[in-house]
């Protein structure tokens, strides 16, 4: 496994648990903060936790010796991005996400480039 990869791991980590921390255990705060609504609480702490278990998954892998060991998370990050870039994309568009919806748009689109640069390069 490349240290470009490690490294995107090690950087992913934290950031997904900040993110799944907020999502997770204060859902209002961070709703009334980015005036996100219409909200539900329930929906946005399930998502918290997927968030956290990435991140803990990106932990995992940083520690990973092999290529083996970190393909499938690869690919699901590679899934996760992309579908969540689009998303985001349509909420903003389409469903009246607030404006912060762009910070997220933004993360996952940085890191989903890399992950597609990383898949690619450790199997051509």
Known sequence: ?????????LIHAPVSL???IVFYFFPGTWANL????????????LLGAAVLAIGMMS???YR??????VRVPV??????????????????FF????LFIWVPIAVMVIFGVL?????RQETS
């Open 59 to 61: 932990w995992f892998a």
């Open 95 to 98: 469903s009246g996400a607030p």
């Open 34 to 45: 980015v005036n996100w609504t219409p909200f539900d609480e329930n929906i946005t702490r």
């Open 1 to 9: 496994m490349s240290n470009g990869l490690k490294t995107t791991f």
């Open 75 to 92: 690919l699901f990050e590679i899934v996760f991005t992309v579908s969540g870039s689009l998303i985001g994309l349509y909420a903003y």
């Open 18 to 20: 900040l993110f799944g």
């Open 64 to 69: 990973a010796e092999s290529w083996q060991e």
């Open 115 to 119: 992950w597609i640069y990383f898949y």
